[in-house]
C-alpha cells in the first residue's frame, strides 16, 4: 500500500516518538532536580509549546514553498539544538531560549512541523477510503514509540541510578539521547525523495492566505475546537501526570516508566480500533462518543485512593483516548482541497499547541499543592467534554467526501 517514501515517513514517526517518550518522563523531574521551583518549570513548558507553535506555523505554511524535505530536515536540526542545550546548561533563561526555538515535547506528543508535513504526503499516496486506515497504522506506530521511548527511559534511569549515578546525571544521559534521535531524524529525512514534493509554489492558486483558499472558515473553526481540546490536555500532559504521580504516590521512574509504555501501548490500539469505527459510523460520531467516555475517566484518576487504582483508570482512560486522533486528522486533509493540505493540517496543529501553551503553567503549581493536586485532572476533563459537545453541533452535517452520496457536493 505504501511507497518507500511513505514507509520511510513511518520509520520517521517511530524514531520521532521514541525520542519524545523517552524525553517526557524525566523532563520536569530534571528540571526539578536542577533547582527550578514549580512557576519556573511551568514557565519553560509554557513558552516551549509557544515557541513551538510560532516556529510549526511559519515552517508548515511555506513548506510547500521552500520543500517538505527541507522542513523536515529543519525540525531535525532543531530537535538536536535544544537536547544538547539541556544537556550542557543549567541556565533558565538559556533553556528557555532553547525550548522556545527548539523542538522539546513535554508531552511526548507530536511537536514541531513534522506531524503536518508528513500527514499531507500520506495523503497523496492513499485513496480517501484508505486514508482513515493508514493515519491509524500512523499513529499506532507513534504510541508504541511513545510506550518504547517510555519504558526505555524508565529502565534506563533506573539502571543508571543502581549503579551509583545521581537523579541528575541519569537523567542527563536520556537527555543525550533525545539529541541522538534528533540525528538520526535528520539522516532518514535526507533520503526522502523528490516524490514527496508538491507542485511548483507558482502553481498554487494566488488566492490563497496562510496556504488556504477556499477552506479558510472550516479550518478556521476547525482551529478554535482543536485549541479548546489541546489547552484542556495541556493541564494533563505526560510530564505532569508523571510529576504528579510521583508526587502523589511516591512512584520511583522505572515505574513511572512502566506506566506509561502501558498507557501509550492501549492509546496505540485505539487508535487503530478508530479506523473500523468511522467506516461504520463517521469521523465526527467516532471522534465524539469514545472522546467523551475517556475525559470522564480522566476526572476519575486523582479521585482513586491509592497508586494501583489511579493507575488502572488512567490506562482504561487510554485505551479509548487516542481514538479521535487519526478521525481528527484524517477528517482535517478530508474536508479542505488538496493544494490546501499542508497547511490546513500545520495550522491546526499550530492552533493545539497555542492551546496546550497556556496550561502547563496553571498545572504545575497545582500538582505541587497537595490540596489542589486533583484541580489539572478535572478542569482538562471538563473542558474536553464541553469540546466534545460543541464540536458535534457544529460539524455533524459536515461529512468528508467518503461519507457522501455520490455526486453530492461538498458542505461550504
Do not use: C
Not at 13 to 28: C, E, W
Not at 211 to 236: K, M, P, Y
Not at 372 to 393: N, T
Amino acid at each position: 500500500m505504501l511507497t518507500r517514501d511513505g514507509r520511510l515517513l513511518f520509520g520517521t514517526r517511530i524514531a520521532r516518538l521514541f525520542g519524545y517518550g523517552f524525553l517526557s518522563v524525566v523532563l520536569v523531574l530534571y528540571l526539578v532536580a536542577v533547582g527550578f521551583g514549580a512557576l519556573q518549570v511551568g514557565l519553560l513548558l509554557t513558552l516551549t509549546l509557544a515557541g513551538d507553535a510560532a516556529i510549526t506555523l511559519w515552517l508548515t505554511t511555506h513548506a510547500d514553498r521552500i520543500g517538505r524535505r527541507r522542513v523536515l530536515l529543519a525540525g531535525a536540526g532543531l530537535m538536536i539544538l535544544a537536547g544538547i542545550t539541556f544537556v550542557l546548561s543549567r541556565d533558565l533563561w538559556v533553556l528557555i531560549l532553547a525550548a522556545t526555538i527548539g523542538v522539546i515535547s513535554p508531552s511526548g506528543n507530536e511537536v514541531g512541523p513534522f506531524l503536518a508535513v508528513e500527514q499531507a504526503a500520506l495523503s497523496q499516496t492513499v485513496t480517501d477510503r484508505q486514508r482513515t486506515r493508514v493515519f491509524g497504522w500512523y499513529n499506532l506506530a507513534g504510541s508504541f514509540a511513545t510506550a518504547s521511548g517510555s519504558l526505555a527511559a524508565g529502565l534506563l534511569g533506573g539502571v543508571l541510578q543502581g549503579a551509583g549515578a545521581s537523579q541528575i546525571d541519569s537523567y542527563r544521559v536520556i537527555i543525550v539521547g533525545y539529541a541522538l534521535v534528533g540525528v538520526l531524524l535528520a539522516a532518514m529525512f535526507a533520503t526522502l525523495s523528490r516524490a514527496i514534493e508538491v507542485p511548483l509554489a507558482a502553481e498554487v492558486s494566488v488566492a490563497q492566505r496562510l496556504g488556504l483558499h477556499r477552506s479558510r472558515g472550516v479550518v478556521a473553526r476547525l482551529s478554535a475546537l482543536f485549541g479548546l481540546d489541546a489547552f484542556a490536555g495541556g493541564f494533563v500532559v505526560q510530564s505532569i501526570v508523571s510529576y504528579w504521580f510521583h508526587t502523589r504516590f511516591g512512584l520511583p521512574v522505572e515505574a513511572l516508566g512502566a506506566i506509561f509504555f502501558g498507557a501509550n501501548i492501549l492509546a496505540g490500539i485505539s487508535a487503530l480500533m478508530a479506523a473500523r469505527l468511522a467506516a461504520r459510523f463517521g469521523l465526527i460520531n467516532t471522534m465524539v462518543f469514545t472522546h467523551l467516555p475517556s475525559n470522564i475517566l480522566l476526572i476519575a484518576v486523582p479521585l482513586m485512593p491509592t497508586a494501583p487504582l489511579a493507575v488502572a483508570v488512567l490506562l482504561a482512560r487510554f485505551s479509548i483516548s487516542q481514538m479521535d486522533v487519526p478521525t481528527r486528522q484524517s477528517y482535517t486533509i478530508a474536508v479542505v482541497d488538496p493544494d490546501e493540505r499542508s497547511a490546513a493540517a500545520g495550522i491546526t496543529a499550530i492552533a493545539r499547541s497555542v492551546g496546550a501553551a497556556v496550561s502547563p503553567s496553571l498545572a504545575t503549581p497545582l500538582v505541587e499543592a497537595a490540596s489542589l493536586a486533583a484541580f489539572p485532572f478535572v478542569i482538562a476533563g471538563s473542558l474536553k467534554i464541553v469540546y466534545d459537545v460543541l464540536l458535534y453541533r457544529s460539524f455533524r452535517a459536515h461529512r468528508p467526501p467518503e461519507e457522501r452520496a455520490p455526486g453530492a457536493e461538498r458542505s461550504p
